[in-house]
């Protein structure tokens, strides 16, 4: 058995970009600079139409037989990864579907191959109607300490729109029992510019979640990603999606009141009290290195980006790691894109001297200094003391400029 990653698809881009998919065999027995581990638990009671991450929904009687492959599969990710990691991120699916039982064997494992007595930040992923007591303790007891919980709006009508299946009522009571269970930072996510939804509703959604006392809220506009019923459904003409007019009043009411309410902003959709940034997507953000475990999860390792082939039944019929596709490695142009793709979604930006390498280098150098001039000229972009930003006016238009820029 291979420790390292199988590929198993000849993806096109590969051969343009003439990196053959084995070359990721060049990677060492042991990977230096890894920082965080996602892990992706890939069950669901129910499938929001808006949802494009996998995850299934019949999962009787695989749930044990996935936690004993993941536990497989963590012993060599363990055994991999030299340095300490910062973060461990429990996404999925629906993570807290998983039986307490289930979940203290998936922790023992967690403990004794990532965590190893370092100080991490562990990050789990709940619905609010898979919270209860016994299993917060459980979660508390085996070192999870950030919670973050999907509420997407309060409106129940809204709620229904994205098919999603959960009692407004139960993320108040999800997050009384997480605190009283110990949870010392806990996250909410909404989502707005839901088809139907007024801008005041938008806003007391906002209000009913700072009501909750988080210490960081995550502020979704709706996407349609390919291939979801939501998208089917807008294709068919069932709903009208918010103007871009109604969707940029809500993103500016949204960030003015978090502004008023002592949140700081540090992510186009992410917002934290003091030292309560979500430490795990600083990572993504700031293009660093973290290894995915599981069917359906992603990574990013010594230049290589992947994907973890998203089926239950291929990871469960095979052994060692999870098996990929999608496999990038990208060219130093692909390199800085990405970098500036994730960089200027943080507000305190990308430093300017890391900006002055990139206007040197890679073939795309001088149409990257042209953008960055035409963008900075029409007060999309700032230089600023702790790097290049988008201002206020550039986060409206964030996905334009960037592709602009890469
Ligand atoms: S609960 Fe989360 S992961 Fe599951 S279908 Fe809904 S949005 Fe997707």
Known sequence: MTLLPQFTNEDPRHQAKKRPITSISSFP??????????????????????????????????????VERLTEELLIVSELLREPLRTIYVGGGTPTLLSPGLWETLLSTIQSTLIRGSRVE???????????????TILVEGGVNRMSVGAQSFHPVHLKTLERWHDPDNVKRSVDILRQAGIRSLNLDLIFAIPGQSLEEALNDLDTALSLEPDHLSCYDLTYEPNTPMTERLRRGEFQPATQDLEADMYRGLCGRLESAGFIQYEISAWAQPDHQCQHNMLYWRNEQWWPVGPGASGHVAGFRWKNIPRLSVYLDSSGLCQVQDVEFLDEDGRIGEELMMGLRLREGIPLSRIDEMLKCGDRAEQRAAAFEKHIGNGLLARRESGLQLTEAGLLLADSILVDLI
């Open 122 to 136: 562990f990050s789990v992923e709940a619905n609010p109607e898979t919270v209860t007591p016994e299993l917060a």
């Open 29 to 66: 027995e042991q990977i230096e600079g890894v920082r965080g581990v996602y892990l992706h638990v890939p069950f669901c009671f129910h499938k929001c139409h808006y949802c494009d991450f996998y995850s299934i929904v019949d999962s009787r009687g695989r749930q044990e037989a996935f």
